[in-house]
């Protein structure tokens, strides 16, 4: 599983002003994934982008898109960041009432869908909407900033949930304060995407902030 393991930056701590040149630098550095945070001050209290940031940088890379929306209602925008160029398009369960339907919109806009959990969320939210996923999100910080510190006890969730995969196609990406001193632990319980946004944009060389959480879960 180390071996297989995706690293997907976040751009939410990329410097702003420099969008496409940030994404084509973590791009040259090894990334498998740029994970796309949007948020809109109301499911979480913080506001970032939309989709035409989304669209302003897809011409930087050839990588999956992941977009991880952070906003409710989501079903009114999934076609406007299918369209802007997302590959992945992740809604929170807590999001809305309609999760299974969500997903299978954002699968019929040819896209791939997945679905998050934040701490508070137990792992039996995910259970009903397996076969209408392509990736599981378990958040390991409280959603809305960069830089907070990862809350261990998801540690248990992320496991429980890799069980509940079992030989399901569903990619298991964790997403928040993951460094090289806990990327080992979240795989060993079944992680196979870190997203990392100030482990990787915190310092001046993306390449080996990306190498040092690969070597981290080698
Ligand atoms: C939190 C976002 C995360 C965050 C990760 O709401 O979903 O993707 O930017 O940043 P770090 O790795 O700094 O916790
Ligand atoms: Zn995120």
Redesign the pocket.
């Known amino acids: 599983m180390a071996d297989t393991v995706k690293i997907a930056p976040?751009i939410?701590?990329a410097d702003f002003a420099r969008l496409g040149e940030e994404v084509r630098a973590i791009d040259a550095a090894g990334c498998d994934y740029v994970?796309v945070?949007v948020?809109d001050g109301h499911f979480?209290p913080n506001i970032s982008l939309g989709p035409v940031v989304v669209e302003a940088i897809r011409p930087h890379t050839a990588k999956p898109l992941d977009t991880?929306l952070?906003i409710a209602p989501a079903e009114p925008y999934l076609e406007a960041f299918a369209k802007a160029g997302s590959d992945i398009i992740t809604v929170h369960a807590e999001a809305g009432p309609h999760l299974h339907r969500g997903l299978q919109v954002i699968r019929s806009l040819g896209k791939k869908a997945g679905v998050s959990l934040n701490p508070s969320t137990p792992a039996s939210a995910a259970a009903n909407v397996l076969d209408q996923v392509d990736l599981i999100l378990v958040?390991t910080?409280n959603?809305?900033?960069?830089?907070?510190a990862f809350i261990a006890e998801q540690v248990a969730k992320i496991r429980a949930i890799r069980e509940m995969i079992a030989d399901r196609p569903i990619e298991l990406e964790v997403?928040?304060?993951?460094n090289p001193d806990n990327a080992g632990a979240v795989v060993a319980a079944g992680a196979d995407v870190l997203?990392?946004?100030?482990?990787v944009f915190g310092g001046d060389d993306y390449a080996a902030a990306i190498g040092a959480l690969r070597a981290a879960v080698s």
């Open positions: 976040s939410l701590s994970h945070d948020m979480v991880h952070m958040m910080v959603p809305g900033f960069g830089g907070q997403d928040g304060g993951i997203v990392a946004g100030s482990a």
